[in-house]
Every structure is written in C-alpha cells, then in structure tokens.
C-alpha cells in the first residue's frame, strides 16, 4: 500500500484503494478494493457512495489497523531473527 494510503488509514480514516495490499490480505469493511483499471470509478460510482455514506462521520477501531505501526512491525521482525538466532 502507498505510505499516503497508510496514514490516511493510521488515522482512522477509510480508505478506496485499486490494488491488493499484503497488509491487508482478508477484506475488510474499512478498505473498498476496485478493480486496477481506467473504468474502476466510473463503473463503482454506486459502490464507492454506498461506502462513503456508511462511514461517514466514523472511524476505523485501532485495533483493526495496530499491524500497520512501525514499531509493531520492527518488533515482528526482531522476535522474528531472535527465534532464528535461537535455533
């Protein structure tokens, strides 16, 4: 996901997005996917509405985005060589 797209996420803040995120690999009912193309607005016009509207004036829970925190990621990867080390 593009840096931008993670603070806007970091803020609570829903996100449409058209492309697939690693971070992200389930669905999730903040993050509206379109498809990669030229036609994706356009043809989503009713879909991208419906999304606004349900989140509007809402935030994301904390909780659903916490793996998106650099010090939780550098923690991942540091438990992650410790226990490499540790074998």
């Keep these: ?4 797209d993670k603070r806007v996420l970091a803020f609570g803040i829903p996100t449409i997005i058209a492309y697939c995120d690693t971070d992200f ?3 999730k009912p903040f993050l509206l996917q379109l498809p990669n193309s030229e036609e994706n607005i356009a043809n989503n016009t009713n879909l991208i509405r419906r999304f606004v ?3 509007k ?3 994301i829970d904390r909780k659903e985005i916490i793996h998106l925190d650099v010090y939780y990621k550098a923690r991942r990867q540091i438990n992650f060589f410790t226990d490499v ?3």
């Design 1 to 4: 996901m593009p840096f931008k």
């Design 25 to 27: 690999p389930d669905e």
């Design 53 to 55: 509207e349900q989140w």
């Design 57 to 59: 004036g809402k935030r």
């Design 85 to 87: 080390l540790m074998q």
